[in-house]
Every structure is written in structure tokens, then in C-alpha cells.
Nanobody, 124 residues
Framework: QLQLVESGGGLVQPGGFLRLSCAAS????????IGWFRQAPGNERDGVSC????????AYTNSVKGRFTISRNNAKNTVYLQMKTLKPEDTAVYYC?????????????????WGQGTQVTVSS
């Protein structure tokens, strides 16, 4: 069974740090671009960050540049999203998703398989 599982979410105070993980089972990630997306209540799902197959190129939405870092470890079949200096507006369910082959735009419509999401809440 092909599956993506996100983990690492939780409740953190403003200014805090979290590291999200996206682990694949049933397939290997080394042929897929990976994206992190988030959806807050009442909002559409938006792109946060994406990384190409080799990990040599990344993309970030403007609101997280300089605070979030996406990385991948193909040997561990896992992609990470390090989030620092978290803000209340980062509160959302965070999802990872795969796109086979080349990465085009870092938008939800470009991606196929999705995980179940992990909740990130930034609040004092």
C-alpha cells in the first residue's frame, strides 16, 4: 500500500520551532518532487515549500522564506520541513504530497498522492 505519513506537528508558542517529517511507505521517494502544503480553517490549501527529486532546488512561499527549510533524505525515504520563528498565522494542517518527475509549480493541483496531514498550532 502506497502511503505518505506526516508527523511532528503540535502546539508551540510564537517564536518556537517544529520539524515536520513526511515518510513514504510502499514506494520510494527518489523519483518524486515533494511539496508541503497547509490549510487553515476556512482557507484553501496553499503551497508552503517544494523540493525537486535531487534536492538541489527548492521553492518557498514568500511568507515562510527565511524561516522554513525543506530538505530530503532519499536514503531514509523521508522529507522534512524545519519551521522556526513560528507565527500564529502559520497555524494550519500541514500536508505533504508527491509529484512524479519534474517539478513545475508548487501548487496543490500539480501533486498526486497526499498524506493525512499533521496539525500545527502556534499560540501562547
Amino acid at each position: 500500500q502506497l502511503q505518505l505519513v506526516e508527523s511532528g506537528g503540535g502546539l508551540v508558542q510564537p517564536g518556537g520551532f517544529l520539524r515536520l517529517s513526511c515518510a513514504a511507505s510502499g514506494f520510494t521517494l527518489d523519483s518524486y518532487a515533494i511539496g508541503w502544503f497547509r490549510q487553515a480553517p476556512g482557507n484553501e490549501r496553499d503551497g508552503v515549500s517544494c523540493i525537486i527529486v535531487s534536492g538541489g532546488s527548492t521553492a518557498y512561499t514568500n511568507s515562510v522564506k527565511g524561516r522554513f527549510t525543506i530538505s530530503r533524505n532519499n536514503a531514509k525515504n523521508t522529507v522534512y520541513l524545519q519551521m522556526k520563528t513560528l507565527k500564529p498565522e502559520d497555524t494550519a494542517v500541514y500536508y505533504c504530497a508527491t509529484k512524479f518527475g519534474l517539478l513545475g509549480l508548487c501548487v496543490p493541483g500539480e501533486f498526486g498522492s497526499w498524506g493525512q496531514g499533521t496539525q500545527v498550532t502556534v499560540s501562547s
